[in-house]
């Protein structure tokens, strides 16, 4: 039983890896601040969901587990709300 | 090669490559920006070492507090940025043989360190049973180094005084000038309502939490602050005017507390900062309940800087 919650783990953390990494790539390839900003949170979400939903097995107790879906969920908040903030600048940057 | 020490190299280079990208910056944004990158993964680097405490406290204050304050400087110098002549090679070098000589200074000492480190760590440990503090962290601050503690409080507010005197005359006791976001109901005015209750609730904690877990005033007091500046900047609330009785008294209230109970341990336990040992436990909760508000304000009204429109 514990290889199969393993093996879960491994291969969510491997996902959120490879999201966290093809975010990384966005960053520095794609072309203007809208697209970055794109790759960067929208894949940050995402690779930090794997990460989070592998590790859940792993904590021990409850309240482990709702402090990581909190973490996951904060990180989500901070990052829509900071990619919302820098778009207007970036926007009202390329107007001018 | 474990993968420790592979993670270890990486986080090595990757803050020696952040700490070169500070220094040859162009602008004070991009070396602020740098510099706040720096502190977070410092901070992980201190988890690595398993010294949470110091991981907790260099992202809240090192990152996070010396950020906006170092963001808030860096666009008040936005203007004369351009205008700026640059140094004289002499000075650049002269500069930088110095900082040479101080880094191989500082590398000769921690690349031969001794067999047997010297460590009182076991006979501090022994005795912390008596404080009722199971973070062995809290018990060194407020038990053997309380001095220590009680002046790294005292000169966060002298910081505040420092900064409240480059106020100008006639905006004495008036409204600092924080950078208030300018569109009414927007984006952030979203994030300062639902942050907040989060936010002061793990202040909270973690000045609770401090006492057995890693955490403490600073970190809690960091949390405060930053919620209270996030509603203010939002404009859900106002800045107060620093001429506010309320304002004053929280800002001196924790080091004040943390004082009295120092002098009552002449009367009580023999001498300044001992405490009677019945009381340990609750009398450091007092002390750290004030001095985490005292510091959430302190900290907030350093990043809101001196007044500049009168009240």
Redesign the interface.
Known sequence: MTHVIDTFTIVMLCAGAFFFLAGTVGLLRFPDSLTRLHALTKVDNLGLGFIVVGLLPQVDGLIGGLKLI?VWL?VQ?ASA?AA??IA?VARVERRS | MTGAILFAIAIAALLLAVAVWVVVARTAFTATVGFIVYGLLLALVWVALSAVDVALTEAAIGSGVTGMLLLGAAAQLRATEANVESTSLPLKLSAGILCVLVSGGLAAVMLDPPAVAPTLAPEATAKLSATGLGNPVAGVLFAYRALDTLLEKVVVVLALIGVWSLTPDRAWGGVPGLRLYARPSGTLTLLAQVLPPVGIMLGIYMFWTGADNPGGAFQGGALLAAMWLLVMVARLQPVPPTSLGRLRLLVTIGPFIFLTIGFAGFALAGSFLAYPIDYAKPLIVVAETGLTLSIGVTLALLVAGPAERSA
């Open positions: 909190l904060l908040l709300m919302q903030l207007r």
